[in-house]
């Protein structure tokens, strides 16, 4: 029997890492390479990505990774860099938290947009962040963050197809560019190159790259699911078609699996998109803001640590500059459950900024108990997210009619004990939380069933993954103390 091994580039909002994975029939073993931090950069008055800072952690990666059978790439979807006609990068990609896309957004209603594409509304889809770029004008390509790394490492450019729906440009149903959206981009149109789909060969590294890096000129580059959440669903361990998954890091992708786009008014009210995933499968789910709030309060905090250390006054909570999440997840656990909720997806919290002001001024503002300290702001994180978690779930299985036994948490999130049981609680199913390394997972696996060494559907890589990765189990408690459903005055779509 065959082996291989694999590297997954995946590039997150607040770090990038190259896992290495050994892979045959029945192994997965996997080893981080190399992390790195992704520090957005603000200039200009433009929050940007430091890209060459990027494409550098990603090439101490790989030399980090030493020889492998594919590289494959993923990262967070939407954001894209330009070229012009000799392929040289237009500037720096803009971040989809930027505040550009207030200002300015595709002329087309969305209504048709949903109709067409399947995607929800968000203000940072590549189709409004074009309608506010400047250097559209002088740009020859555009690919998305994983394409635009691919390209550097191999001369090829191409889209490929999961984080392509992403853009809300794609057809959701013939997943080729949707004529009548791109035409609206006017002469640039010609910009986004043809779609390549998960699994196909985009090609060996460029010789300059290769020796570079110390690699064979014959190491292939794969197309893998390259939107971070494509990859992480392909890595859901779920036994039966009867689960809904969270893809939980930065953002929580919350929702079900499907064979085709459900495009529903239904579904565009409750916010709900249909993004491609492997296989022909639909990833039918919500944007929940996720561990973003609890990051963003974290940077907050040590930032004050450390203007106070500057300052000369010791800082205001003991273990200095930083803080030490395990720690404050132990003293949020002991916290009155439920004192105080948010609504995680309000737009004043998409920005990066003061979290915990922000959060104390949403609880000042609909009269609830305001947080206090850092373990009560970090509760009400948790319990915020549990319940949108929640909120999401019942709208999947309400929209969709499919039945839902099992929750299963992954990525990052899923190493947060907290967060998995109150999630289960709030849904009252059984959680499985874990592979933590979803997304990378997913990444190799579509890698080593196109180079042959394994085979079969996405359900038999969902199998090798249960066989080989840990999981905990949270049984929801009857007992949990779960609030009624939340809808902070939004408008609660009607019973359908
Ligand atoms: C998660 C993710 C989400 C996408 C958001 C912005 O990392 O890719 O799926 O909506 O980032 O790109």
């Known amino acids: 029997e065959r082996s291989g091994r694999y590297a997954a580039v995946d590039l997150g909002a607040s770090s990038g890492r190259v896992v290495v994975a050994e892979i045959g029939p029945d192994t997965l073993e996997l080893r981080e390479a ?32 030493g020889p492998v059978d594919g590289i494959g790439i993923d990262s967070w979807a939407v954001d894209y860099g330009l070229l012009d006609e000799r392929g040289a990068l237009l500037g720096n990609p803009v971040h989809y938290r930027d505040a550009r896309t207030e200002r300015t957004a595709s002329q087309v209603p969305f209504e ?86 998960p699994g196909e060969v985009i090609g060996p590294l460029a010789p300059e790259v290769a020796g570079e890096l110390g690699l064979s000129p014959d190491t292939r580059v794969i197309a893998v699911g390259s939107h971070d959440t494509a990859s992480a669903v392909a890595a859901v361990p779920a036994r039966s078609e009867r689960f809904a998954y969270i893809s939980c890091g930065t953002w929580s992708l919350v929702g079900v699996e499907l064979d085709q786009p459900m495009i529903s008014e239904e579904g565009r009210r409750a916010n709900f998109t249909n993004e491609a995933g492997i296989d022909g499968t639909v990833r039918y789910l919500r944007n929940v803001t996720g561990l973003w709030l609890l990051q963003e309060c974290i940077r907050t905090w040590e930032a004050e640590a450390e203007a106070s250390l500057d300052a000369g006054t010791s800082p205001t909570e003991a273990g200095g500059g930083r803080v030490d999440l395990e720690e404050l997840l132990g003293r949020a656990a002991g916290e ?37 300290t850092r373990a009560q702001t970090v509760r009400c994180v948790i319990d915020s997210l549990a319940l949108a978690h929640r909120a999401a ?13 099992t929750i299963h948490i992954v990525g990052g999130g899923s190493r947060n004990a907290l967060l998995c049981q109150l999630t289960a609680d709030a849904c009252g199913l059984p959680v499985v939380a874990g592979p933590v390394e979803a997304t990378s997972i997913g990444n190799v696996l579509v890698q080593a069933r196109a180079d042959g ?44």
């Open 112 to 197: 048709e947009l949903y109709a067409r594409t399947g995607i929800a509304r968000q203000p940072f889809n590549t189709i409004h962040q074009l309608a506010a770029e400047p250097r559209l004008a002088s740009a020859a390509t555009l690919l998305l963050i994983p394409d635009l790394i691919a390209y550097w490492l191999t001369g090829q450019v191409g889209a490929e197809l999961t984080n392509a729906s992403t853009t809300q440009l794609l057809d959701a149903r013939t997943r080729e560019w949707d004529t009548a959206l791109t035409s609206g981009l006017g002469p640039a149109a010609g910009v986004l190159p043809p779609i390549r789909r």
């Open 336 to 372: 009155v459950p439920f004192r105080s909720v948010v609504d995680a997806d309000d737009p004043v919290f998409h920005p990066p900024g003061d979290m915990p002001g922000r959060i104390a001024d949403f609880c000042r503002r609909t009269g609830r108990p305001v947080p206090e």
């Open 453 to 496: 060494v394994v085979s079969g559907t996405l359900a038999d890589l969902r199998a090798l993954v249960r066989r080989t990765q840990h999981l905990e189990h949270y049984e929801p408690r009857p007992d949990a103390g779960i609030p009624p459903m939340e809808t902070f005055g939004r408008p609660v779509p009607a019973e359908g």
């Open 34 to 65: 190399h992390r790195f931090a992704n520090v957005p950069v603000r200039a200009g008055g433009t929050l940007y990505w430091d890209i060459l800072r990027i494409y550098r952690g990603v090439l101490d990666g790989l030399r980090a990774a």
């Open 393 to 405: 779930i019942e709208d999947a299985r309400r929209l969709t009619g499919q039945a839902v036994d």
